[in-house]
């Protein structure tokens, strides 16, 4: 749907019908928001050298050991 056939299917609406568009366009707007915020990307060790004298395998392996079991 372009801006002209959005404009004049709102211009149709009764006051209170365009109301309830603005808030719902709201609560739509919000909720992309929210996905974009929560949106996890994983970790990338790839570019370093993750073997340190501290840990006995490599850093990557073990975040994703860590996050097999991840349920969020």
Do not use: G
């Not at 309830?20 to 929560?38: A, P």
């Not at 370093?48 to 073990?62: C, G, L, R, V």
């Amino acid at each position: 749907m372009n801006i002209a056939v959005l404009e004049k299917k709102v211009s149709t609406l009764t006051a209170i019908q365009l109301q309830s568009v603005d808030s719902y366009i709201d609560f739509l707007l919000y909720q992309n928001e929210k996905d974009v915020c929560n949106e996890r990307k994983p970790l990338d060790f790839s570019k370093y050298d993750t073997s340190t004298h501290i840990w006995n395998e490599d850093a990557q392996n073990f975040v994703s050991r860590l996050r097999e079991n991840d349920r969020f």
